[in-house]
């Protein structure tokens, strides 16, 4: 048992509902197709009365060939069968193409509620939460949301049905009908007796889908570096064993909701039996003709399915209301990062203020203590310190990724918590370490920035970094295909196409994080002259790997555990000596020597 419930926990964000405040909810999403829903009502009313005809027009068939067996009297005996089946057919396929447009519609909507709430939570939640049990939720969980509308409207025809057939029943025989109905409540205690276990294990399953998908995006997003260290084995040793638990989980899932059906027929065989033996007495009493009890034993198989459908709902229900309640514990998430405003800014000078800022990631560690800094407009701050002093930190918190608890960040003088924030976002231009590229051309990787922007503005903007030299090296210049994540292009194009999408943006402030990647002389002069071209007359906040930017910056800070333990020029920080000394000594000069090295080659 601990090895098939390994790692299967909530999620931190998961909850609860209760069942009439998930099916509320549910109904919400319903309200808006209330005339189809109401077509779907008539024509499952049609359906089940039309279905039920059936078997009593066969039943009566029977009755009049006893009496009469002209070729007249058959043949309106199965002209009368061949109508009401094909008015249910009828019925049945106008139900199910409507119930499906509605349940379409629905999971349509459900689908966009479920991305746009994701993609309006804060950098943290990605963090803590893998990709993959994310798609899970938007994917699976919003698709399997449709079997509660199916269950429904399955139930409300199985329901029609029943009644109809205890109509039947009652004029053929109220005491044996009696019977049946005090046999009813024992088949859904069992029934309902499901209702929690199906909703535990449903559970289950769902989360462990959700790691078997983060494990597979995972593999595949890592597949260079699993393959360079070989760790292929390893990779599928890990998938085994999480298949064998998706294994052992789906198996119980499915023996508990399937035992139900066993159960139920069990049940039905002994009602059965006990009504074949109490009416067998009333026809040798004569209180019902043989004729009638053997209709009457023929209705019952007809009642049977139905009132099994009917109990085995609640166990196969909890399938969709445990996906509706996954789906609606993400909806219902509160973002970490808070706005207080909604005020706009038409221009942005640039100056960027902490006043005794503290922010932590988690409980565990305070990454900034009371950091205070005055970022001037127009200013380049490089930022430099060894790894988890807090640079990422900074750039984070000016791009509102997360949440700070305590202090100010102002910008121009304003509390960012009241800034509106995708307004506020238009007026920053940030270059990952590791430049992200979207599936299509190079020309609309940089039109990202302003969807708006016209062919020719795309091209002015791609000239401007490095006199539009490195579009030569791609084989369509700005129409080049770009793979999943950018992979057939280098680095150095990468960062390239990122920096002319900063540039086409206009935005007004920088943050650029340099990447460590290796790239040839030629290619790092393309970069170092891109980014005199971003950075010219904007606020820049550079996270410094390289040489030339710390010799080039107006002002470095040097960062040691959220602390800044100098700040000034490279000339004057040099004098200083100290940490930054040390610092350049044993990477920045290392580094300067490579490149004149690799220059001379």
């Not at 040390?582 to 090295?597: A, G, P, V, W």
Request: hydrophobic share 45%; glycine share 6%; proline share 2%.
């Amino acid at each position: 048992m601990g090895f098939v419930l390994d790692g299967l926990g909530t999620e931190s964000y998961d909850r609860e509902y209760r069942d009439r405040d998930l099916l509320a909810r549910i109904a919400v999403y319903f309200l808006e197709h209330r005339k189809k829903i109401a077509l779907v009502v008539f024509v499952l009313a049609l359906n089940s009365l039309a279905g039920s005809a059936v078997p009593i027009a066969i039943a009566r068939a029977i009755d009049i060939v006893a009496v009469d067996p002209s070729i007249r009297a058959m043949a309106l005996a199965c002209g009368a069968v061949l109508f009401f089946g094909s008015l249910a057919w009828t019925a049945n396929f106008i139900q199910q193409w409507v119930s499906s447009r509605i349940i379409g519609d629905v999971v349509l909507q459900l689908r966009a509620d479920v991305f746009q709430a994701t993609i309006e939570h804060d950098m943290s939640f990605f963090q803590e939460h893998p990709s993959g049990k994310i798609v899970s939720r938007l994917t699976s969980d919003t698709q399997d949301f449709s079997n509660v509308v199916s269950l429904v409207v399955n139930l409300l025809s199985q329901v029609l049905i029943t009644l109809v057939m205890t109509v039947w029943l009652l004029t053929i025989s109220p005491l044996l009908t009696g019977l049946l109905y005090l046999m009813v409540p024992i088949a859904m205690m069992f029934a309902l007796s499901f209702r929690r276990v199906a909703r535990r294990v449903t559970q289950r399953a769902r989360r462990v889908t959700a790691k078997i998908n983060a494990q597979i995006q995972e593999s595949i997003s890592g597949i260079m570096i699993a393959k360079s260290f070989r760790k292929e084995r390893a990779i599928y040793e890990t998938f085994a064993h999480i298949n064998r638990q998706a294994y052992q989980v789906g198996l119980r899932r499915g023996l508990t909701l399937v035992t139900i059906f066993p159960i139920m027929g069990l049940s039905s065989g002994i009602g059965t039996a006990v009504l074949v033996f109490i009416g067998g007495q009333r026809v040798s009493l004569g209180d019902i003709s043989p004729g009638e009890w053997y209709l009457f034993m023929q209705a019952v198989a007809f009642f049977w399915f139905p009132m099994m459908s009917i109990a085995s709902f609640w166990s196969q229900f909890q399938d969709g209301l445990a996906a509706a309640e996954r789906v609606f514990a993400l909806i219902d998430l509160a973002p970490k990062v808070v706005q207080r405003g909604n005020l706009i800014f038409e221009e942005v000078r640039g100056e960027i203020e902490f006043r005794q800022v503290n922010f932590s990631y988690t409980d565990k560690e305070q990454v900034l203590s009371n950091f205070s800094l005055l970022i001037k407009p127009g200013e380049t701050l490089a930022l430099v310190g060894h790894t988890g002093a807090g640079k990422s930190s900074i750039v984070n918190l000016i791009a509102r990724f997360f949440e700070f608890q305590s202090g100010e960040i102002r910008i121009d003088q304003q509390d960012i918590r009241n800034l509106n924030l995708a307004q506020y976002r238009r007026h920053l231009g940030l270059v990952p370490q590791e430049p992200f590229l979207f599936s299509g051309t190079v020309a609309e990787n940089i039109r990202n920035a302003r969807p708006g922007a016209s062919d020719d503005e795309v091209y002015q903007a791609a000239e401007h970094i490095s006199n539009g030299e490195w579009l030569m090296a791609l084989p369509q210049g700005l129409q080049t295909r770009v793979n999943e994540r950018g992979s057939n292009l280098s680095m150095g194009q990468r960062q390239l196409i990122a920096l002319a999408r900063v540039l086409l943006k206009d935005a007004s402030i920088l943050i650029l994080d340099e990447a460590t990647a290796s790239v040839d002389p030629f290619t790092e002069a393309q970069i170092q002259e891109g980014l005199r071209s971003v950075m010219r007359d904007r606020t820049s906040v550079i996270i410094a790997h390289r040489l030339w930017t710390v010799q080039n910056a107006d002002r470095i800070i040097v960062l040691d555990h959220g602390r800044i333990l100098a700040e000034g020029t490279h000339a004057s920080l040099m004098a200083q000596g100290g940490h930054y000394a040390d610092l350049y000594n044993t990477y920045f000069r290392h580094q300067s020597l490579e490149y004149i090295e690799e220059m001379g080659a």
